[in-house]
C-alpha cells in the first residue's frame, strides 16, 4: 500500500486546510486509516482515525471540534478538514493505514499500530 498526502500550507491563526491522502495498491483489506503529526522537538502523536467500511471516526482531545477526518472509498482518498486552526497545529501531517483490526480504540493511537506511512505535509499556522 502506498500513501501520498497532500494539502498542506502556511495558513493564519484562525484559518482553514483540507488535507487529503490517496492510498493506492492492495487497498482491499485495509480496516483504518489515520491521521498523525509531528511538531518541531515533538514525537509524532495521533489526531484522527477513520474506518474504512463502517466511517467510525476517532480524534485526539486537542483537534475535536475543529477537525473532520472523511473518506472517499470509491477515490481511496481519506481527507482531514482542519478548521479555526491554531499556532499548536503546526507540524509535518502524516497520513497512515493499518489491515489490522486490535479491538481496542487505544490502540489505533499508536504509531506502531500503523504498517503503512506516507511522506508526510506541511502545515504551518501563523499569527
Known amino acids: 500500500v502506498q500513501l501520498q498526502a497532500c494539502g498542506g500550507g502556511l495558513v493564519q491563526a484562525g484559518g482553514l486546510l483540507r488535507l487529503s491522502c490517496a492510498a493506492s495498491?492492495?487497498?482491499?483489506?485495509?480496516?483504518?486509516m489515520a491521521w498523525f503529526r509531528q511538531a518541531p522537538g515533538k514525537e509524532r502523536e495521533f489526531v484522527a482515525r477513520?474506518?474504512?467500511?463502517?466511517?467510525?471516526?476517532d480524534y485526539a482531545d486537542s483537534v475535536k471540534g475543529r477537525f473532520t477526518i472523511s473518506r472517499d472509498s470509491a477515490k481511496n482518498t481519506v481527507y482531514l478538514q482542519m478548521n479555526n486552526l491554531k499556532l499548536e497545529d503546526t507540524a509535518v501531517y502524516y497520513c497512515?493505514?493499518?489491515?489490522?483490526?486490535?479491538?481496542?480504540?487505544?490502540?489505533?493511537?499508536?504509531?506502531?499500530?500503523?504498517?503503512?506511512w506516507g511522506q508526510g505535509t506541511q502545515v504551518t499556522v501563523s499569527s
Open positions: 497512515a493505514a493499518t489491515s489490522n483490526y486490535y479491538g481496542r480504540s487505544d490502540y489505533y493511537t499508536r504509531n506502531e499500530s500503523f504498517g503503512y
Open positions: 495498491g492492495r487497498t482491499l483489506n485495509l480496516y483504518t
Open positions: 477513520v474506518t474504512w467500511s463502517a466511517g467510525y471516526t
